[in-house]
Structures are given as structure tokens and as C-alpha cells.
């Protein structure tokens, strides 16, 4: 760097993820061979975010700005050799959002120093990215402990002439998790007719809305469950559990050109059926009250029997019954209720056992992972480890003023935008699952 050695930027304590309406603070360091003569030592505090219609694009067609401040930390000079510090402070502003980067966008902050040097002498730039995290409390949003239900009725031919029903239920738990907690989901499918369904599948999916004049949707699937299908004139019930990796929280509050939606979608292969459930991912879990009445399970119109006794009858009929008799025996209440297997899960690990993780994994490194029974005994006496995730790009930190600890879970991890093709077709949203033809509630009452 000729007559500069280093020309950095720090922050205090070592501190790389803040929060909205925090002052930021550090120094600029500078260290000189030989006599360096300046105009202006300035340092300039950023925020921003920028969408294009490209994917990776750093030319954006929409921008706005969140923060942009000023500071000259020296004036007109010379500094001697030797090594030169410059301390700085910024207050964020209260309603600044959370950094997120993906493929057609990102929020980014930065500080940046510049050293103004006289006409004809080269300028020194130096910048330091860092992230902020405007948390997302789930308490505070409408009906968040309640469960999130949808169901929908297909009709469709088979062999050629025959026609059957079949009715697909979901629920989740909750409507919001954060991350390391499980969502447990639970799913009934009702096979009225004479033909074996295929293979049902639950999937967590993220779909973030870049706003430009053409709004464009980006679809990840974050995790998947596939279980087997129905046999005909069956009755059958699939309980499955997903574990929340890190993710951005949902609605990215405080940006009017990105937004993050979570939803599960349960869906069966043959005969085509889907239903989407809408969850919100946080920061602030939800918190259940002891005294908080059990709502009810919409999927369970008659007690069931418990889950350990739920099994195949033993005698498999010949010939699948007749149509008319389906009606009846499902009307009744479903009660040649079978248990749907699981066939695969995307959060097995290698031996293709479900990973037993307490919420703090998340926040370890997997050298310094702890025995399953010891996560059982950390989730219980300390709240878990927070992280951040902000797409593919930024590392995970731990909250507060630790040194920061790059979280590289290997069973679960964060959605990868780099190789993610764009979708020309978003999913429904809730409303129009709610008002489609195919919805429980118009085709419940016919």
C-alpha cells in the first residue's frame, strides 16, 4: 500500500450483529511508513437494500435507505509515521430492518472510512460490513397459539369409468417456532374409493417476494418428509415432525421491497392434492401459558385410539370394497384407521435415524456438539442459544457481545440461494386456499 500498512475498521468488542436503535460503535486504525498528507479522514455509517430482476445483479432496479451518516473524525493534515487511531459512533435507526441477501436482492449495512488525500494522490477506502436483527416476537402476533388447519375434498376418475373422494387433512401444532424448535403436524387422509393413493409429502417451504414493477417470487423448500400412501377405501393418520433450522424471520419488518413467508404444504402424488399451512418463523418464541385451555384437534371428530396400537387389520380383503360402502364405513367416523409409515426424512443424518437435537445445537460448532443426553438436560435449565440467518453469504453469531461462532450444523442447513432456479408461479396464499373450490369449507357443506 506504498506509504499505508493498514488502514482497518473495528468494532467495539469485537460486536458484529445489533439491533435497531443501538448506537454502533469502533475505530478506524491507520498505520504509515512515511509522512501521509490528507484533506479529510471521514467515516460514513450505511444501510440499504436493493432488488434487481437478475439474479446476483449489483446493478439495482429498486432502492431504498435505511440509514446514511456522516462523520469527519480529521481534518485537513498530515499524519506522521506511526500507528493512528480514530474512534466513531452511529445510533441505528429504531425501525431499521433485518440484514437478509438472496438472489435477487439483500439488506446490507456497512461502515466505511475514507482517507481524502490531496489532488493527484490516490484516496484510501476501507469498508466493514455488519448485521442487524430487528427481532420478531411471535407473541405479538393475532392467534399465534393456535393451531393452523386446512383440508380440501378431491373427486377423481380411475379406471376410466370408476370415480372416488379423497379428503386430506393437516394441522400444525402452533403458527409460529423459531429456530431449533419442532413443528409437529399432523395429517388425515380419508381414501373413498376403490384405488391406492401415492406417497404423501410435507414440506417446510420459504417464498420471498422481491417488489419490483414485476414482482418475483423465490420458492426453497427447506425441508421435506415423505410418507407412504393410502390403500384404497382406507382411513389412514401420519404424524411427523420438522425441525426449524436457522431462517430470517417472516415479513422482514421495516422493508417495503423484500418479504419472507413460511408455510408447510401436504400434499399427495396421485391423486394430485395439496393443502398449505401458514406458520410464521421468529426471533421471540411463543409463550404458552399453563392455564391456556388445549384447543381442539379439527382433524379428530371421535376419540382415536393411541398411536402405539394403530396397525393394518389382519385380514386384507381380495377385491377393494364398493364405492357405496367406502361412503358409509368413512362416514361413520373413519374408524379403519391405519398408521401412515414414514418413508424418508430430509433431517435424517447418514445412519437414517432422526436427529435428537436440542435447540442450542444450533449454536455449536459439531466439535462442540453435546451427548443427546446431556442436549435433553441444556434445553431444560438455560433458554436456547440464539442465531441468525440471513441467507447464504452470512455466517451465524451468537447474540450479544461474545465472540462470534459460525454455526456449521451438518444435519440441517440454511437455504443455499446460489444454485436456487427461479419460479414463475408463487403459491397460493392463504386467502385463496381458504375461498378455493377445493376447499374443505365449500366442499364440506355439499
Known amino acids: ?102 438472489p435477487f436482492g439483500k439488506v446490507i449495512y456497512r461502515v466505511r472510512a475514507v482517507i481524502d488525500t490531496p489532488r493527484f494522490s490516490k484516496d484510501y477506502k476501507t469498508q466493514r460490513p455488519f448485521y442487524l436483527l430487528n427481532m420478531l416476537n411471535l407473541n405479538e402476533v393475532p392467534d399465534i397459539q393456535q393451531p393452523s388447519f386446512a383440508v380440501t375434498t378431491k373427486k377423481f376418475t380411475y379406471l376410466l369409468v370408476k370415480t372416488g373422494t379423497l379428503m386430506l387433512k393437516a394441522r400444525s401444532d402452533l403458527r409460529g417456532y423459531t429456530s431449533g424448535q419442532i413443528i409437529k403436524l399432523s395429517t388425515e387422509i380419508h381414501n373413498k374409493s376403490g384405488k391406492d393413493t401415492g406417497c404423501v409429502i410435507a414440506s417446510l417451504i420459504q417464498k420471498v417476494t422481491y417488489k419490483t414493477k414485476r414482482p418475483m417470487f423465490d420458492l426453497r423448500t427447506i425441508a421435506e418428509v415423505e410418507g407412504a400412501g393410502v390403500k384404497a377405501g382406507k382411513h389412514a393418520e401420519w404424524r411427523e415432525q420438522i425441525i426449524v433450522p436457522p431462517l430470517p424471520q417472516s415479513g422482514l419488518s421495516g422493508c417495503s421491497l423484500i418479504d419472507i413467508d413460511y408455510f408447510i404444504q401436504v400434499s399427495l402424488k396421485s391423486p394430485e392434492t395439496v393443502v398449505t399451512l401458514p406458520i ?35 385380514v386384507v380383503p381380495s377385491a377393494p370394497p364398493a364405492e357405496d360402502d367406502l361412503e358409509g364405513e368413512q362416514g361413520a367416523g373413519g374408524l379403519a384407521s391405519e398408521e401412515i409409515p414414514t418413508k424418508s426424512h430430509s433431517q435424517q443424518d447418514p445412519s437414517g435415524q432422526a436427529p435428537t437435537m436440542s435447540p442450542s445445537a444450533f449454536s455449536h460448532a459439531p466439535s462442540q456438539a453435546l451427548p443427546q443426553t446431556q442436549h435433553a438436560q441444556s434445553a431444560e435449565s438455560s433458554a436456547p442459544l440464539f442465531c441468525v440467518s440471513t441467507g447464504a453469504t452470512i455466517p451465524f453469531f451468537t447474540d450479544g457481545n461474545a465472540t462470534p461462532v459460525p454455526t456449521t450444523c451438518p444435519l440441517i442447513l440454511p437455504p443455499e440461494y446460489s444454485t436456487w432456479e427461479y419460479p414463475h408461479e408463487p403459491p397460493p396464499t392463504y386467502e385463496e386456499s381458504c375461498s378455493s373450490n377445493n376447499s374443505s369449507f365449500n366442499t364440506s357443506m355439499t
Open 280 to 314: 410464521y418463523i421468529g426471533n421471540v418464541a411463543v409463550n404458552m401459558t399453563p392455564s391456556r385451555p388445549t384447543p381442539p384437534n379439527p382433524l379428530q371428530h371421535t376419540p382415536l385410539p393411541a398411536m402405539q396400537s394403530l396397525s393394518p387389520g389382519p
Open 1 to 102: 500500500m506504498g506509504k499505508l500498512q493498514e488502514f482497518s475498521i473495528a468494532f467495539t468488542n469485537s460486536k458484529v450483529v445489533y439491533s435497531p436503535g443501538e448506537s454502533i460503535s469502533g475505530s478506524v486504525r491507520v498505520t504509515t511508513a512515511s509522512a501521509l498528507q490528507f484533506k479529510a479522514i471521514k467515516v460514513n455509517c450505511v444501510g440499504s437494500c436493493g432488488v434487481s430482476s437478475k439474479m446476483n445483479d449489483p446493478s439495482w432496479m429498486v432502492e431504498e435507505q435505511y440509514v446514511s451518516s456522516m462523520l469527519s473524525v480529521a481534518d485537513k493534515g498530515t499524519l506522521p509515521p506511526g500507528e493512528h487511531t480514530f474512534s466513531f459512533q452511529f445510533l441505528i435507526p429504531a425501525h431499521a430492518p433485518t440484514s437478509f441477501e438472496g
